[in-house]
C-alpha cells in the first residue's frame, strides 16, 4: 500500500490556520499560543505526520550562514561580591565570553545583570530579580558559578535556567567548612569534566617518566567539584604500585606563605611530580631545593592566560559558557519553562597544554637512549 506523505499544508487546512503557524507549533515557538500549539501536535499526531530530518538539517545550515537579527535577551546573573569579576580574572572571563559570542551567533545578546550577593532575604531577593527579568522580557536565564544557594534552589516558574558548575559549591572564605550538602540536579548543567581532566593529567605525567604522582587540592575546590577531582585521582593511583601511591595533601589556605604540612608532606612521600591548582605550588617546591622540571614535574589543572608556561590541562571555558547557552536554547524551543523533569548535564573536556614544568617526551626518549 502506497503511505501518502503528510505535509505541512495538510495539517494547516485540518487546523485551520497558515503553514508557518503549523512550522512553529511544531517547533514550540513562544509565540505561538500554548492551547493552539497542543492542538496542532495533536493533529499532526492523529495524521501520522513525521518532520524530514533531512530537510531540518539544511534549513538548519542555511540559517547558520546568514546573518541573524537579535531576537531577545538572555540573562546572566551575577551574584559575585565583585561585579566585574567576569571580566579581570582568566579563569572566569572565558566563560561569559563563550557564553555572549555563541548568544550572538544564534541571534541572542546576552545581558549581565548583578545581583549584589545578598544571602539573607531569598525570597525577596529572588523575587526582585524575577521581577527584572519580567520587565525586560527575558525568559532564559544562567546561573553561572553562583555563590549563593537561593538562586539554585528557586524554581523559577517564568523562566528556563542553565547553570555552569554544578550547584553544589560552599560559601569560600568560611572559618569552617561545612558538611557536604548534595542537592538534587534541578536544572541543565554545563560544567568542566574535572574527572576526565584529572584523568588525562594522570596518565600524561605517568607517560613522561614520573614515577611518583602527588596532587595537592583544597577542600573547598574538591566540595565544588563534587568530589570527581579526588574519584578521579584514586582511580589513577589503585593502578600503580602500592608503594607508588602518594596520598592527597588537602590545604586550605595557598597565600600564607609555605605551610609546614607541604614540607612534612614532600619528605615523607616524596613525589616526582604534582598535580595542582595554585601557581604557588611552583614556589614551594623550588624553596626546597628541588629543580623543575628535572627532580620534579608540575601539572596545572586550570592552565589560563596567567600560567601559561605551565605544563596542564585547559578547561575550554569558551565551550562551556557556550554549552549553557545551547542548553537555554534548546529548552526556549520547547516551551520548557520551570523546573525541567529530567535536567540534562553536559560535561565538556578539556585539552592538554604543553609548558615548561614538564619533562617534554622528546627528552625522555634521549634519556632512555
Given at each position: 500500500?502506497?503511505?501518502?506523505?503528510?505535509?505541512?499544508?495538510?495539517?494547516?487546512?485540518?487546523?485551520?490556520v497558515?503553514k508557518?503557524?503549523?512550522s512553529?507549533?511544531l517547533r514550540?515557538?513562544?509565540?505561538?499560543?500554548v492551547?493552539?500549539?497542543?492542538?496542532?501536535?495533536?493533529?499532526?499526531?492523529?495524521?501520522?505526520?513525521?518532520?524530514?530530518?533531512?530537510?531540518?538539517?539544511?534549513?538548519?545550515?542555511?540559517?547558520?550562514?546568514?546573518?541573524?537579527?537579535?531576537?531577545?535577551?538572555?540573562?546572566?546573573?551575577?551574584?559575585y561580591?565583585?561585579?566585574?569579576?567576569?571580566?579581570?580574572?582568566?579563569?572566569?572571563?572565558?566563560?561569559?565570553?563563550?557564553?555572549?559570542?555563541?548568544?550572538?551567533?544564534?541571534?541572542?545578546?546576552?545581558?549581565?545583570?548583578?545581583?549584589?550577593?545578598?544571602?539573607?532575604?531569598?525570597?525577596?531577593?529572588?523575587?526582585?530579580?524575577?521581577?527584572i527579568l519580567?520587565?525586560?522580557?527575558?525568559?532564559?536565564?544562567?546561573?553561572?558559578?553562583?555563590?549563593?544557594?537561593?538562586?539554585?534552589?528557586?524554581?523559577?516558574?517564568?523562566?528556563?535556567?542553565?547553570?555552569?558548575?554544578?550547584?553544589?559549591?560552599?560559601?569560600?572564605?568560611?572559618?569552617?567548612?561545612?558538611?557536604?550538602?548534595?542537592?538534587?540536579?534541578?536544572?541543565?548543567?554545563?560544567?568542566?569534566?574535572?574527572?576526565?581532566?584529572l584523568?588525562?593529567?594522570?596518565?600524561?605525567?605517568?607517560?613522561?617518566?614520573?614515577?611518583?604522582?602527588?596532587?595537592?587540592?583544597?577542600r573547598?575546590?574538591?566540595?565544588?567539584?563534587?568530589?570527581?577531582?579526588?574519584?578521579?585521582?584514586?582511580?589513577?593511583?589503585?593502578?600503580?604500585?602500592?608503594?607508588?601511591?602518594?596520598?592527597?595533601?588537602?590545604?586550605?589556605?595557598?597565600?600564607?606563605?609555605?605551610?609546614?604540612?607541604?614540607?612534612?608532606?614532600?619528605?615523607?612521600?616524596?613525589?616526582?611530580?604534582?598535580?595542582?591548582?595554585?601557581?604557588?605550588?611552583?614556589e614551594?617546591v623550588?624553596?626546597?631545593?628541588?629543580?623543575?622540571?628535572?627532580?620534579?614535574?608540575?601539572?596545572?589543572?586550570?592552565?589560563?592566560?596567567?600560567?601559561?608556561?605551565?605544563?596542564?590541562?585547559r578547561?575550554?571555558?569558551?565551550?562551556?559558557?557556550?554549552?549553557a547557552?545551547?542548553?537555554?536554547?534548546?529548552q526556549?524551543?520547547?516551551n520548557?519553562?520551570?523546573?525541567?523533569?529530567?535536567?540534562?548535564?553536559?560535561?565538556i573536556?578539556?585539552?592538554?597544554?604543553?609548558?615548561?614544568?614538564?619533562?617534554?617526551?622528546?627528552?625522555?626518549?634521549?634519556?632512555?637512549?
Amino acid at each position: 500500500m502506497k503511505l501518502q506523505k503528510i505535509s505541512l499544508d495538510h495539517i494547516a487546512k485540518l487546523a485551520g490556520v497558515h503553514k508557518a503557524t503549523v512550522s512553529r507549533a511544531l517547533r514550540n515557538h513562544p509565540t505561538i499560543p500554548v492551547h493552539t500549539r497542543e492542538r496542532i501536535h495533536e493533529i499532526a499526531k492523529r495524521e501520522g505526520y513525521r518532520p524530514n530530518p533531512l530537510v531540518a538539517m539544511y534549513q538548519a545550515q542555511a540559517r547558520s550562514h546568514r546573518p541573524t537579527a537579535m531576537q531577545s535577551a538572555l540573562a546572566w546573573l551575577n551574584d559575585y561580591p565583585n561585579p566585574t569579576c567576569w571580566q579581570e580574572f582568566p579563569w572566569l572571563r572565558g566563560y561569559l565570553r563563550g557564553a555572549r559570542e555563541r548568544c550572538e551567533a544564534r541571534g541572542f545578546r546576552l545581558e549581565e545583570i548583578p545581583i549584589g550577593g545578598s544571602s539573607t532575604g531569598s525570597g525577596a531577593e529572588v523575587g526582585r530579580v524575577s521581577e527584572i527579568l519580567r520587565q525586560r522580557g527575558i525568559f532564559g536565564v544562567i546561573l553561572p558559578l553562583m555563590l549563593h544557594q537561593q538562586f539554585l534552589l528557586e524554581e523559577w516558574s517564568d523562566c528556563v535556567i542553565a547553570l555552569i558548575g554544578s550547584g553544589n559549591q560552599v560559601e569560600p572564605g568560611a572559618a569552617v567548612m561545612p558538611a557536604p550538602r548534595y542537592y538534587p540536579q534541578g536544572f541543565p548543567i554545563a560544567d568542566r569534566d574535572f574527572y576526565y581532566n584529572l584523568r588525562l593529567a594522570f596518565q600524561t605525567v605517568l607517560q613522561r617518566g614520573y614515577t611518583r604522582v602527588g596532587f595537592i587540592y583544597s577542600r573547598y575546590l574538591d566540595r565544588e567539584s563534587e568530589g570527581r577531582a579526588q574519584a578521579a585521582f584514586l582511580v589513577e593511583q589503585a593502578q600503580l604500585p602500592e608503594p607508588q601511591r602518594v596520598p592527597i595533601l588537602f590545604l586550605e589556605s595557598f597565600k600564607e606563605g609555605r605551610p609546614p604540612a607541604f614540607d612534612r608532606w614532600m619528605e615523607t612521600y616524596k613525589p616526582d611530580a604534582i598535580l595542582s591548582i595554585n601557581p604557588v605550588v611552583r614556589e614551594w617546591v623550588q624553596e626546597t631545593g628541588l629543580s623543575v622540571p628535572n627532580e620534579c614535574g608540575l601539572v596545572n589543572l586550570n592552565v589560563v592566560d596567567d600560567v601559561e608556561n605551565w605544563s596542564g590541562i585547559r578547561e575550554n571555558h569558551e565551550l562551556i559558557g557556550a554549552a549553557a547557552v545551547d542548553l537555554l536554547i534548546g529548552q526556549l524551543s520547547r516551551n520548557e519553562l520551570g523546573v525541567p523533569r529530567q535536567p540534562r548535564k553536559v560535561l565538556i573536556p578539556g585539552e592538554w597544554h604543553e609548558g615548561g614544568t614538564l619533562r617534554p617526551l622528546s627528552s625522555l626518549a634521549v634519556e632512555r637512549r
